[in-house]
């Protein structure tokens, strides 16, 4: 093996997912299964501070399986060791004659909750504010009845990123392998797609080891 790729793979830090390691969206999918089978309340596992972590990297999975289907190509997802921002979403560029680089969407993930005010309210006080700081993902394993008041809120606001709002498809039980993600453009336009984790990602069949990326790839900001 590469000196240097041994040395990168000693070097690797994790924390739930590796850190600062280009990930395929089947090895974010796998360690999150993983572990959403080993609780015994599933409930919890969306609730609790302890999942924090595992939580983001699920409800980015939902946008980078609709991004893979909005804009044809293959996505990945990467959780920076700085604390700048939760989640980054790349895609690579389509260069000619030069090496590859990487599309980067930098985001933040804002969970909402049973235990969170009204919708709109949440919207209010915790995406608002950040509106033009980071891309956001808003999450919740909850079914929003109606989310027009809250995309009216938000496209008022002149943003320059983009949002997604990734909710439960299922008002009966939690299905946590379905989800629908609603894009709101810096153009304000609107896309919805329902996801299938269990179809709309190349998924790591169980007993399988995980794909990382260990090569430095460094992203470059758009």
Request: with cysteine; proline share 5%.
């Amino acid at each position: 093996m590469d000196k240097f790729l041994q040395t990168q793979i000693k070097k690797m830090e994790t924390e739930i997912f590796p850190l600062d390691r280009i990930l395929p969206l089947g090895t974010v999918f796998k360690i999150f299964k993983d572990e959403y089978e080993k609780s015994d309340n599933k409930k919890l596992f969306f609730s609790d501070r302890k999942y924090q972590r595992l939580r983001e990297g699920y409800f980015a999975l939902f946008v980078a399986a609709a991004l893979n289907y909005w804009e044809k190509k293959d996505h990945f997802l990467h959780f920076p060791k700085n604390s700048q921002n939760d989640v980054n979403i790349l895609s690579v560029k389509e260069i000619n004659d030069k090496k590859s680089e990487m599309w980067c969407l930098p985001c933040d993930i804002k969970e909402y909750t049973e235990y969170s005010d009204s919708f709109e309210d949440f919207i209010a006080g915790k995406v608002i504010p950040k509106i033009n700081i980071y891309n956001i993902i808003i999450g919740t394993y909850l079914t929003i009845r109606d989310i027009r008041p809250a995309i009216e809120s938000i496209k008022n606001q002149g943003k320059r990123l983009t949002i997604w709002i990734v909710s439960g498809k299922d008002p009966v039980g939690i299905d946590f392998t379905t989800g629908i993600v609603t894009m709101i453009h810096p153009s304000n336009n609107i896309l919805q797609k329902e996801i299938d984790l269990n179809n709309d990602i190349e998924r790591i069949d169980d007993g399988k080891p995980v794909l990382i990326f260990h090569n430095l790839l460094r992203p470059k900001l758009v």
